[in-house]
């Protein structure tokens, strides 16, 4: 066999369809959009339109939940480019390797939510790490070579001022306490009571 024999199995290579060159292709006139009409134009999007009865996607309950809004972003660095930053004496390693110190490096651009440690590479230096994630690997490879992975836990942020029920609450609270509260305080649930004799103080005969 030579290069000149090699050739496409048959039926790979077909034409490029002409439309609208004529009714004898089967593709002419209309070009294979039917008659008139909005699926006739272009720049219109009807895939899920059922006729004005509830689509299929609105009928099928929720479920579930996506984390996107509330997601911590960190960075991701294996350890065999923290080994090739250390080799080139941008890494201190009687320092703990924080996301600063890598941000120093030139490791990664900005800090983000913290650096998470993944194992692709190999270290040979005794490091000692402070970072938020670290896969399974990644710990096996820095505790081989002597070192420490210390997982740090994301501090919680409070809002500023209080939002939904806690801005009402705190509302309230600014009003002077309990809706009614203090007022109901002393009068029976009844309605009007009798007063509550004094104990010991004797009756007339």
């Given at each position: 066999m030579k290069l000149n024999q090699i050739a496409d199995r048959p039926g790979?290579?077909?034409?490029?369809?002409?439309?609208?060159?004529?009714i004898g292709s089967g593709v002419g006139k209309t070009g294979g959009r039917g008659g008139k009409g909005q699926t006739a134009r272009?720049?219109?999007?009807?895939?899920?339109f059922e006729g004005g009865q509830m689509p299929l996607h609105?009928?099928?309950p929720k479920r579930g939940f996506r984390n996107s809004p509330f997601a911590l972003k960190l960075n991701e660095i294996n350890v065999g480019k923290v080994q090739a930053a250390i080799d080139a004496g941008l890494i201190d390693t009687g320092q703990p390797v924080t996301v600063d110190a890598m941000v120093k490096a030139g490791l990664m651009r900005r800090a983000k939510g913290g650096v998470k440690l993944l194992g692709q590479g190999e270290l040979?230096?005794?490091v000692d790490f402070s970072v938020y994630r670290a896969s399974k690997s990644a710990i096996a490879a820095v505790e081989?070579?002597?070192g420490s992975v210390k997982?740090?836990?994301v501090p919680k942020v409070e809002p500023a001022e209080p939002k939904g029920k806690n801005k009402r609450k705190a509302l309230e609270a600014a009003k002077?306490?309990?809706?009614?509260?203090?007022?109901?305080?002393?009068?029976?649930?009844?309605?009007k009571g009798k007063?509550?004799?004094?104990e010991g103080e004797a009756k007339p005969e």
């Open positions: 790979a290579r077909k034409n490029r369809m002409r439309i609208g060159r004529g272009a720049g219109v999007a009807i895939n899920g609105r009928r099928l040979k230096s005794k081989k070579a002597g997982i740090l836990t002077g306490g309990d809706k009614g509260g203090a007022k109901a305080e002393g009068k029976p649930k009844g309605g007063p509550a004799e004094a």
